[in-house]
């Protein structure tokens, strides 16, 4: 996917060189690709489809409120899944909900009910705007809503570089945030640092802004606080060799696919399936099949998303 200019992206960045994420089982230099094993599904994600209320300029999903490549994922759909996990006895810990805008999916209220009467911890990013706030009430009422926590997008800590990337949703995102937190939910943010920017200074300046808006949010903890890493695939960055675990020191367990999985449903396709990664919905190459069984095989780091976010960024969508 092509995205739009960020202010997030600033610098030019030089195209993948010819050759580069092609073959799964070797790089373009000719040595073994990294795979990463499942150890086991901590968190199941499901994708709730990509219409969203905003049209964010390097949204790496295009979601819009036109955008309906991946259609509503239901109640039975996602209770299919809830079932081989209990079937086949996973111990998955927790399911997490993505966009589009999840709000947006006239399923959400049951099916975080439902997920939320197993068990679970669960998880829903937002952008904590209109299609949120429609179902106060009902979120209010939700029986073990204290396992659920809302992870709100606010990308930037001011409001100008926020809505050069969002439009203008910066008031109603930070009225949705203190309302969460005056009705009790548990609550994260997620954000970025511009380029200019070390992870310091944006955790500073998101704490400046946590304590003027009277949101209890923690800006030095990561689980708390999420700040991503820039992700633009069309960014050449080196690819991951098995020799790379050793050099960089880092454990292929680190890294996300080797504990989640995410449900999609495409348009025209006649059920859910099963991809590695929550970043890449779309690519055959991380298809894995329509059951958790199917899907339980090891995963190519054949993306430039497995290189600059996941393993050279230490980033993960769950925290």
């Known amino acids: 996917m092509t995205l739009q200019t960020s202010p997030f992206q600033l610098r ?6 010819p050759g580069k994420f092609a073959d799964p089982a070797l790089t373009a230099k000719g040595e073994p690709r990294a795979r990463v094993a499942l ?6 994600w499901f994708n709730t489809g990509t219409l969203c209320n905003l049209a964010c300029k390097s949204c790496y999903i295009e979601s819009s409120p036109r955008n309906d490549a991946l259609v509503y994922i239901t109640l039975a759909e996602v209770e299919r899944y809830l079932d081989e996990i209990a079937d086949r006895g996973l111990g998955t810990r927790e399911i997490a909900f993505t966009g589009g805008e999840p709000f947006m999916n006239p399923d959400i209220i049951p099916i975080l009910s439902s997920c939320l009467s197993r068990g679970f911890e669960v998880l829903v990013l937002s952008n904590a705007m209109r299609p ?9 009422n939700l029986d073990g ?7 709100v997008s606010l990308d930037h800590f001011t409001k100008s570089v926020h809505e ?11 009225d949705g ?17 511009l380029e200019t920017e070390t992870d310091a200074d944006a955790r500073r300046g998101f704490a400046d802004l946590f304590a003027r808006c009277a ?9 708390q606080l999420v700040l991503f890493p820039e992700m633009d695939e069309t960014a050449d960055t080196p690819e991951i060799t098995t020799a790379c675990w050793g050099i960089l020191g880092i454990d292929p367990e680190s890294v996300m696919c080797s504990s989640s999985r995410m449900v999609v449903k495409r348009k025209g396709e006649v059920e859910p399936r099963v991809v590695a990664c929550t970043l890449l919905p779309y690519q055959d190459g991380f298809d894995l099949g329509t059951t958790l069984a199917e899907a339980s095989g090891d995963v190519a780091l054949n993306h430039p998303h497995c290189s600059r976010f996941c393993v050279l960024g230490g980033a993960s969508c769950t925290a």
């Open 12 to 17: 030019e960045s030089q195209p993948i060189a």
């Open 39 to 44: 150890e086991a599904l901590d968190t199941l």
């Open 132 to 140: 949120m706030r429609r179902f106060e009430r009902e979120l209010i």
């Open 145 to 151: 809503r204290d396992r659920l926590t809302i992870r």
């Open 164 to 174: 050069a990337e969002r439009g203008p949703s910066w008031d109603k995102a930070i």
């Open 177 to 193: 945030l203190q309302w969460l937190a005056r009705s009790g939910f548990r609550i994260a943010v997620a954000g970025r640092h």
């Open 215 to 223: 949101i209890p949010i923690d800006a030095d903890d990561p689980a």
